[in-house]
Every structure is written in C-alpha cells, then in structure tokens.
Nanobody
Framework: QVQLVESGGGSVQTGGSLNLTCVASGDMYRNTYLMAWFRQAPGKQREGIASITNRGSGNYAESVKGRFTVSRDNAENALYLQINDLTPEDTAMYYC??????????????????WGQGTQVTVS
C-alpha cells in the first residue's frame, strides 16, 4: 500500500505560479515506479497532465507542455509539479497518483493504482 498526500494548491491570479508537492509513504519501493499528476475541473473528466518514472523519464500532456514541469526526489519520496503562467483554464483539483508498472504510452491514463486526496488550484 502507498499513501499519497498533496499540498501546495491555492488561489492565484492569472499569470502566477504554483509548486505542488506530493509526499508518498508506505511500500514505495515496489509501488512507485511511475508517479503522475492529474487534474479534474468541475464537470470534466480527470485529465493526466504529467508523469515521471523512478528513473526520471517524464511525459506531459500537450495542453501543459512548456508551462508545467514534473520532478521527483526518490530519496525524499516526493513528487513535484511546477506550474507557470497559470490561466483560469488551469482551475481544477490536482491529484497525485502512483503505480508499480505502466504500459508505455498509457502513463497519463487515470487508471493508476494509488491516489491522493487532491489539492485545489484556483486561478482568477
């Protein structure tokens, strides 16, 4: 089992930046090969936005490339998401997720095994 706790969300103005953090605990060695960020806006489906393997291989949704940067610190059991140039369209609940394996090309599908409770990002 893995527990994930997100933090760093908040209310910001258009053009602002945020740095989200996800801290993992539990049986991480086998279960956090892949860690990823998803978001879900009201009335919309959950969207995968960035993922990273434990070897640092990253993947981004086209909609966030150039503005979002995903990173992880395996020693600290932490996943990060730097978000720049925020717009109101980025308003959503942001979730951290993890899994022990993934089919290449499916890193951003919302069917990973472990999920956090989310942190809200609101842009006005």
């Amino acid at each position: 089992q893995v527990q994930l706790v997100e933090s760093g969300g908040g209310s910001v103005q258009t053009g602002g930046s945020l740095n989200l953090t996800c801290v993992a605990s539990g049986d991480m060695y086998r279960n956090t090969y892949l860690m990823a960020w998803f978001r879900q806006a009201p009335g919309k489906q959950r969207e995968g936005i960035a993922s990273i393997t434990n070897r640092g291989s990253g993947n981004y949704a086209e909609s966030v490339k150039g503005r979002f940067t995903v990173s992880r610190d395996n020693a600290e059991n932490a996943l990060y998401l730097q978000i720049n140039d925020l717009t109101p369209e980025d308003t959503a609940m942001y979730y951290c997720a993890a899994d022990s394996a993934v089919v290449p090309g499916e890193e951003l599908l919302p069917d990973l095994n472990y999920w956090g409770q989310g942190t809200q990002v609101t842009v006005s």
